[in-house]
């Protein structure tokens, strides 16, 4: 196809919108105020600021409102907010619903022209007759009996609440779309920004043509599983007589072990599943920011994806080997050493007194910061560390020296409890095979909970008709207990380090003067392959 995407060697695409004429083009982001952003809605909204500004074009932002039901208030802020975080910024921002009372006069014009009718059909069943292409009982109605019904329906009156509008194209076409779609529903819920003005709505299939020719979209982006409804768009607006507009498709996103659903997500905020909208298990924006992902990894990631159409199911850890590359080269390091079984090692001629050395938080990166190593005669290791060594090896401490290994002490489980060593900072690190990373005695480490967590669910490609609730995973959050170093008394929430020889983490909660524990998220580095 002449739109496919061609990947340039930066990662970037480079695909022309048909039609497209430089300072001419609009797109639009729609998101419909019933969730947080998730990261399919991130790679739609990147895509139409990319092709709005590579035209030197123009992006609305419009809060597709047209289901009063869903659509709250609190998500319409979260959009807003998650969209500054994207550094995604419309020229303007518009809601559906400032075009209802237009909306309605077209959908009168559409009943008097004989070109959509009301129909008091039982869902199921207009569902069976859609299928079997099997016209309406009300297809044939006068016009002035449909402006009676679409009266009724207005009113919100018994006989209304019954009917919904539906347009009159082609009961017969292999494309479904295009057998009389639904154009206005009843629906008594109150509406978040007009209140209870209205007993009807318009649907997607009605307001999107209407409202994009209106406000001068050129471009309507839209994920790929809208390509069979692309015909009924455009004859929608050939039936209102509406400047045309081009659709264009991309491929929605979709990721292994993942619900990009708002309504699924949601059922995981009401059940408690998860600690809300931005938890770091969820596909969110503000849930994968707080797990750990950058901004700036986000963007390179969808954009290396372009406007490629195939529907693609990704892996995540595509997505978190870019976000290593970026965070490993600045992000400061500390060190902490497990809790449990975690082992003294005495070092016969280690200092007496404590003493301070101020070093680099990234030995290759300044900007990073300094923090202070505490040098104690007797220090922590990890219980595996412990482990790993042997009575007479040379091994090397972490920015300290070299040092050996006198005695190993077990107890009658032959578990390692103690050991032996002397240190030898002479010696040179190149002739060691074990090199770590310990902890200070006597300093005021602090308590740690290093948290990991697994996907939501179990099932890798969820189809259509799975249940997710049946493939729910009984387990998504390990916490362990750690000792961290001093310095990281001052890590701020939201801060990436990486501690030495255990990955990088996001720090989730700070340090609160009590004595509870910090907060430490794993953040995924692309190498912990899901079994
Ligand atoms: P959900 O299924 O999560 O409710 P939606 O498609 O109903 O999503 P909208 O708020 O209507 O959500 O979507 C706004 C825009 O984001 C639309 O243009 C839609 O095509 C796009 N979009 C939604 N999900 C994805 C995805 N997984 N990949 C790419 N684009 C998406
Ligand atoms: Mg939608
Ligand atoms: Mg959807």
């Given at each position: ?354 003493f301070t050395r101020v070093i680099l938080r990234?030995?290759?990166?300044e900007?990073?910061g300094k923090k202070a190593s505490v040098f ?23 920015d ?86 001093s310095n ?44």
């Amino acid at each position: 196809a002449p739109d496919e995407a061609k990947e340039k060697v930066d990662g970037s695409f480079e695909v022309d919108l048909p039609g497209a004429e430089m300072g001419k083009v609009c797109t639009r982001f729609p998101p419909e105020p019933s969730g947080y952003l998730h990261i399919g809605h991130a790679k739609a909204a990147l895509l139409n600021q990319f092709f709005a500004q590579k035209y030197k074009g123009r992006l609305i932002i419009r809060f597709d409102d047209t289901n009063p039901a869903k659509e709250k208030d609190e998500f319409v802020e979260s959009i807003l907010h998650d969209l500054e975080t994207l550094g995604v910024k419309g020229d303007v921002i518009t809601y559906t619903s400032d075009y209802f009372p237009q909306l309605m006069e077209m959908c009168e014009k559409l009943i008097k022209e004989g070109k959509a009718y009301v129909d008091d059909t039982e869902r199921e069943q207009m569902q069976t007759e859609r299928k079997a292409m099997i016209e309406s009982k009300c297809r044939n109605q006068s016009v002035e009996e449909n402006l009676i019904l679409w009266k009724e329906m207005i009113a919100g009156s018994p006989r209304g609440v019954q009917c919904c509008v539906r347009a009159k194209m082609d009961m017969s076409n292999p494309n479904a779309s295009l057998r009389d779609p639904v154009y206005y529903r009843c629906n008594p819920a109150p509406h978040l920004r007009v209140g209870s003005k209205y007993k009807v709505y318009p649907t997607y299939d009605f307001a999107c043509p209407y409202v994009d020719s209106i406000e001068g979209v050129t471009h309507a982006l839209r994920s790929s599983e809208y390509h069979d409804r692309n015909d009924q768009y455009y004859r929608v607006l050939e039936d209102m007589q509406l400047r045309k507009v081009h659709v264009w498709d991309f491929s929605r996103l979709n990721f292994v072990y993942t619900l990009l659903s708002k309504r699924k997500l949601q059922w995981f905020v009401d059940n408690g599943r998860v600690e809300g909208w931005n938890d770091p298990r969820f596909p969110t924006v503000q849930g994968i920011i707080r797990r750990g992902l950058t901004i700036e990894a986000l963007k390179q990631f969808i954009l290396s994806q372009g406007a490629s159409k195939n529907l693609n199911l990704m892996e995540w850890d595509k997505l978190w080997t870019i976000n290593k590359k970026i965070i490993d080269p600045i992000c400061p390091r500390h060190t902490a050493v497990l809790s449990e079984g975690k082992v003294l090692l005495d070092l016969s001629n280690g200092p007496e007194t404590p003493f301070t050395r101020v070093i680099l938080r990234h030995k290759k990166y300044e900007p990073a910061g300094k923090k202070a190593s505490v040098f104690t005669k007797r220090i922590w290791l990890d219980h595996a560390d412990a482990t790993a060594v042997s009575e007479g090896e040379e091994v090397t401490l972490m920015d300290w020296g070299n040092c050996f290994i006198r005695k190993v002490e077990r107890d009658q489980y032959g578990l390692v409890t103690r050991l032996q060593g002397e240190l030898h900072v002479e010696g040179s690190v190149k002739t060691t095979k074990l090199k770590l990373t310990w902890l200070p005695e006597f300093s005021e480490l602090v308590p740690v909970t290093l948290v990991d967590l697994d996907h939501l669910i179990v099932k890798k490609k969820l189809e259509e008709n799975d249940d997710f609730v049946s493939v729910l995973n009984p387990v998504t959050r390990i916490e362990t207990s750690a000792l961290g170093d001093s310095n990281m008394r001052n890590l701020q929430r939201g801060e990436i380090i990486q501690l030495e020889r255990k990955g990088y983490y996001i720090c989730d909660v700070p340090f609160l003067r009590s004595s509870k524990p910090i907060v430490l998220i794993s953040i995924p580095d692309g190498r912990q392959q899901k079994p």
